[in-house]
């Protein structure tokens, strides 16, 4: 009889288990969390004060800047001959860029945005308010504004500094720069995040890229492409029968470690671009950064391994970085899940660009800049379309049977295309046929540290560090016969 009492109480609380189970199941479905954060914070805090959001804003913009240290130690995908210039071009991108943006690149991109003072002179084409921050510019917000732009702007330089790597003239890279960062980086930016034409596109939508898989990524990939094609492949690269050889980096270890620091910054540039502490967003929008760029760079060390059966770390960090830049213009409207899928096609995309870019079109890609930043980039504008969810902003995609930001989008897709490729054809093959862009094949079989920097990067290197020993082992040895003597 006991034993009888024991089964049915066990049957029983086997019963209350799984209805209490299925009961709190059913509450999570049925009620609904709280994406935006909206209800949270009005729960939890009366308001932030706007000194919050200055330094929100402000830390974010110092995370980003330090991102330009990730950049250069990608430069171990360059022989040690070269890894001088490619640093060079990222420092001058880094210093010359922000140089450039305040002088033309941030009026051109936010005047007429009257998104802070000062900023109410443009059109839906190109803004020329807010030059040099004179005026009524000189304004905390808008200096804030400012600060916050200039240094996301330094990636354009980074982007085909990578693509360009080993041998292009310093001067080139300057005045390729200069033409960039002004025209193809501030006028398509001023069209999605000045509030221009593509901004406000009669569909009823206008195009979203929250953190700048087009503006940035696409178009500086974009012209890099157009650079490198202009350029023509590093001395060895292609055969005769036009087979492609595999040049190799000189430290994948940077490699490794630069991809985390960009990771690192990464996570507050997308967050950082809510430009306010109180968008509780942010939490969704940092997680949505990390499961995209791991999500890339899982699929990449999977492909890799299935295709040759060795894992290539160096791959599978550019498939990292290839899941960060998709994410970045969705990362604000998309669920994890999607973030997911993005980062994982991100990946793939990243492995077949390269193929595409060196195997048909025959363009020489030493860090496979193109690939990760103008292919991915383009992806990443295409993902808000299908992916977002309608849980901020109101913006909504496929996935909730809207079409209408996928048009948008798909417009903004094309708009990159044309004008970044056009603008980009004209600015390197313009410079190739007038001043010269390229290095002389002596200077690029020697190294460009010597020639362009006049001192190596690993000075106490090979050669240099072995006639250091032979003279120290020399001397050791005159003392040790003197003290036998």
Known sequence: MQNMCRIKMSRFGLVLFCSVTMFFLWANCVQAGDPSGAFTFTQS??????????????????????????????????????????????????????FIFWLFGFAFMFGGSHLASGLDKGNPFIGYGGFMLLGDTYDVKTILLFTFMAVVATFIGSIIAGAVAERIKFSAFLIAGLLVYTFAYSFYGHWIWGEGWLAKLKLGV?????????????????????????????????????SSNHIHGHNIAYVLIGTVVLAFGWLAYDAGSTLAISELRSSIIAANTLLAGISGAVIVVLYTYWKSRKADI???????????????????????????????????????SVWLVERKFRVDDPLGAVSVHGANGLWGLLAVGIFADGSYGGVSGLIVGS???????????????????????????????????????????????????????????GRYMEDIDAVMRKHIRLGELVNQG
């Not at 898989?213 to 492949?233: D, K, N, R, T, Y």
């Not at 093959?429 to 862009?437: D, N, P, S, V």
């Open 45 to 98: 805090f009366e308001g932030l004060s706007t000194s919050g959001n200055f330094v929100w804003i402000l830390v974010a913009a110092f995370l980003i800047l330090f991102m330009q240290a990730g950049f250069m130690l990608l430069g171990g995908l360059v022989r040690s001959k070269n890894m001088l210039s490619y640093m060079a071009h990222c420092f001058m991108a880094t210093t010359a860029g922000v």
């Open 206 to 242: 206008g195009v979203k890229d929250f953190a700048g898989s087009g503006v940035v990524h696409a178009i500086g990939g974009i012209c890099a492409f157009m650079g490198a094609w202009a350029l023509g492949p590093r001395i060895g690269k292609f055969n005769k029968d036009g």
């Open 314 to 352: 160096a791959e599978a960090c550019n498939g990292a970085l290839g899941g960060f830049v998709a994410v970045s213009a969705p990362c604000a409207f998309i669920a994890p899940w999607a973030a997911v899928i993005i980062g994982l096609v991100g990946g793939l995309l990243m492995c077949g």
């Open 403 to 461: 079409g209408q930001q996928f048009l948008a989008q798909l417009i903004a897709f094309a708009t990159a295309i044309v004008w970044a490729g056009g603008l980009g054809f004209v600015i390197f093959f313009g410079l190739k046929h007038t001043i010269g862009i390229r290095v002389s094949e002596a200077e690029e079989l020697d190294g460009l540290d010597m020639h362009i920097h006049g001192t190596q990067c690993y000075p106490a290197d």
